[in-house]
C-alpha cells in the first residue's frame, strides 16, 4: 500500500475511534478528541488500550457499563491451515466515569485528590497511576502535555485545569483579583512554598497551608491555589491562622501521599482529620491581611512589573517563603496601617503614596476606585477645558487618581 493510502487509513480509523468516544453532533469536540488521539499515536502510545485498561483500575465495576464493548469476530478457518482468530479492533476509549471539575480557586493537586476519592482509589496509587511517576510536587512539576491528557479524560477544557497548576511552563491568565496576585507572585519566584530546602531538624518544609474551618464548612472540601503562597496568612473569613502543618504531629501536608478514601482530607501521616484542627484566633491580624491582599492587588493592576519589583523586594523581606506561618503572622502584625511604606518600600512614582497609604489603613480597592472617580469628576469641573490634571493615577478604567 502506497505511503499515502496507509497514513489516510489510519486517520480513518482514528476519525472512527473519536466517534465512537463522543458519539454525538459536536464536531467541535471530536475534533478535540481527533487531536488528542493523534498526538498520543505520534508519540508511540496507544491511548485507546492506555485509557480503557485504567478507566478499569481507577474505577473498578463501575467502568463497564461506560464501556462501549469489544465487538466479537467468529473464527475463520482454512482447509490447509490451523482454525485462526483475528485480534479484536482496538478498544474505543470513553471519558472517565466519575469525573468532577476543578473548583475556580482549586489548586491542581487537591483536584486530583478529590478525582481519586471519587474513584474510589487511595490518592497516592491515583496520583502514580494517571502521572507516570510520584513527583515530589505535582502542582510545578506537571507538564503541559500531561495537563492536556487529564483535561480530556475528566471532560475539562485545558485551560480550565491548567488555572490550578503552578508549573512555570503553563500560565493560564486568572481572571479573579486574587489569582492575579497570585500570578504575579509565581512570577517573582519568592513567595511560592516548596520543600526545596529542609529545616534544622530535617523535616521538609511546608508547601501547603489551610484553614480547618473552610475545610469543613465547603460543600466539597478543596485546598485553595492561595493557600501555596506566603502572602497567606490569614483566612479573613473565618478570622483565624492558617496551619501550615499536621495540627497533630507536625508533618508537612501532602496531599497526594495519603492512602485513605476519605472526602474529608487527611493528614497522609498519622491520618488526621485536618478539619479538626483547633482554630487559632488570628482577628488581630486580619485587618492587616486585608490590607495587603489590596495592596497586591493595586501592585499588581496599577504599577509597571519594574517599579512593581521594588516593592516585592521589600515584602519579601519579612514575608519570605522560607519562614513559619507563625512568624509570617507576627511580621503582620509589625505593619503599621499608618506607615505603607513599611510594607513595600517608598514608591518610585509619588502618586502611588497617597493610594497605597489609603489601602493599608484599611480602605478597599473598590472604595479607592470610587473615591478617585469623585476626585476626578470634580477636577475636570475646575480644569480648563475638563481635562484631567497632569500626574493623576489610574486607579480603574477612565478613573485616575489626582496627586492632590
Not at 503553563?170 to 511560592?192: N, Y
Not at 499588581?300 to 519589583?309: G, K, L, N, Y
Not at 502611588?352 to 497609604?357: E, I, R, S, T, V
Request: glycine fraction near 8%; aromatic fraction near 6%.
Amino acid at each position: 500500500m502506497p505511503p499515502g493510502d496507509s497514513a489516510e487509513a489510519a486517520e480513518r480509523q482514528l476519525a472512527r475511534a473519536a466517534e465512537a468516544w463522543l458519539p454525538a453532533p459536536d464536531r467541535a469536540a471530536r475534533a478535540l478528541i481527533l487531536a488528542f488521539l493523534r498526538e498520543a499515536e505520534d508519540g508511540g502510545a496507544d491511548p485507546i488500550a492506555e485509557l480503557r485498561d485504567g478507566t478499569r483500575r481507577w474505577f473498578g465495576a463501575r467502568a463497564v457499563a461506560a464501556l462501549p464493548a469489544p465487538r466479537r469476530v467468529s473464527a475463520q478457518a482454512d482447509s490447509d491451515a490451523i482454525a485462526l482468530e483475528p485480534l479484536s479492533p482496538a478498544r474505543h476509549p470513553t471519558l472517565w466515569p466519575q469525573r468532577p471539575k476543578r473548583l475556580t480557586d482549586e489548586i491542581f493537586s487537591s483536584w486530583l485528590w478529590r478525582t481519586a476519592v471519587a474513584a474510589g482509589v487511595p490518592p497516592y496509587r491515583f496520583a502514580r497511576d494517571v502521572l507516570g511517576t510520584p513527583g515530589n510536587d505535582v502542582d510545578r512539576d506537571v507538564a503541559p502535555a500531561t495537563l492536556r491528557r487529564l483535561a480530556q479524560r475528566s471532560g475539562q477544557t485545558f485551560g480550565h485545569l491548567a488555572g490550578g497548576a503552578l508549573s512555570e511552563t503553563v500560565r493560564v491568565i486568572q481572571e479573579t483579583p486574587a489569582g492575579r496576585i497570585e500570578d504575579v507572585l509565581l512570577g517573582d519566584g519568592r513567595f511560592l512554598l516548596n520543600g526545596a530546602t529542609s529545616e534544622r531538624l530535617g523535616r521538609p518544609r511546608p508547601v501547603l497551608q489551610y484553614c480547618p474551618r473552610c475545610l469543613e464548612t465547603d460543600a466539597r472540601p478543596h485546598f485553595r491555589r492561595g493557600w501555596r503562597f506566603a502572602h497567606a496568612v490569614v483566612c479573613v473569613d473565618h478570622g483565624c491562622r492558617l496551619h501550615d502543618r499536621c495540627w497533630t504531629c507536625g508533618g508537612a501536608i501532602t496531599l497526594l501521599a495519603s492512602r485513605v478514601v476519605d472526602a474529608r482530607p487527611r493528614c497522609p501521616a498519622c491520618d488526621a482529620q485536618l478539619d479538626g484542627a483547633p482554630l487559632v484566633d488570628a482577628t488581630r491580624a486580619r485587618p492587616r491581611q486585608r490590607a495587603l491582599h489590596a495592596m497586591l492587588f493595586y501592585l499588581t493592576a496599577r504599577i509597571t512589573p519594574e517599579e512593581r519589583t521594588v516593592h516585592l523586594d521589600a515584602l519579601s523581606g519579612f514575608l519570605s517563603a522560607t519562614t513559619s506561618v507563625l512568624r509570617r503572622e507576627r511580621s503582620l502584625l509589625g505593619l503599621r496601617a499608618s506607615a505603607p511604606d513599611g510594607w513595600f518600600g517608598q514608591p518610585m512614582r509619588a502618586g502611588h503614596a497617597a493610594p497605597l497609604q489609603m489601602l493599608s489603613m484599611g480602605v478597599t480597592f473598590d472604595r479607592l476606585a470610587q473615591t478617585a472617580a469623585r476626585r476626578q469628576r470634580r477636577a475636570r469641573l475646575r480644569s480648563p477645558g475638563g481635562r484631567a490634571p497632569r500626574g493623576a493615577i489610574p486607579i480603574g478604567p477612565d478613573q485616575p487618581l489626582a496627586t492632590r
